[in-house]
């Protein structure tokens, strides 16, 4: 069984940045990915890296302000958001494998 806890969502005016957090406990082997969910709309993905660390991939419209990264341990993934913008107001989410964390709420205002 994996669990996941992810943190650091709050609210932050346009153009600042935040720091998602997800702390994974378990068996924790396999890709890590964000994804987010905006009030009316789908779940998509945000962000991935691969399990080696080798590989990381993001939506077109956070390329070059967000970044994905994972401590050596593997067990927490983090997502430095920069340049935010009012669209990027969303519930994150950290996913592994089928296992999903709680979310985090990030808002960005205007």
């Known amino acids: 069984q994996v669990q996941l806890v992810e943190s650091g969502g709050g609210l932050v005016q346009a153009g600042g940045s935040l720091r998602l957090s997800c702390a994974a406990s378990?068996?924790?082997?396999?890709?890590y990915y964000w994804y987010r969910q905006a009030p009316g709309k789908e779940r998509e993905f945000v962000a991935g890296i691969s399990w080696s660390g080798n590989s990381t991939y993001y939506l077109d419209s956070v390329k070059g302000r967000f970044t994905i990264s994972r401590d050596n341990a593997k067990t927490t993934v983090y997502l430095q958001m920069n340049s935010l913008k009012s669209e990027d107001t969303a519930i994150y989410y950290c996913n592994i494998n089928e296992y999903w964390g709680q979310g985090t709420q990030v808002t960005v205002s205007s």
């Open positions: 378990g068996r924790t082997v396999g890709n």
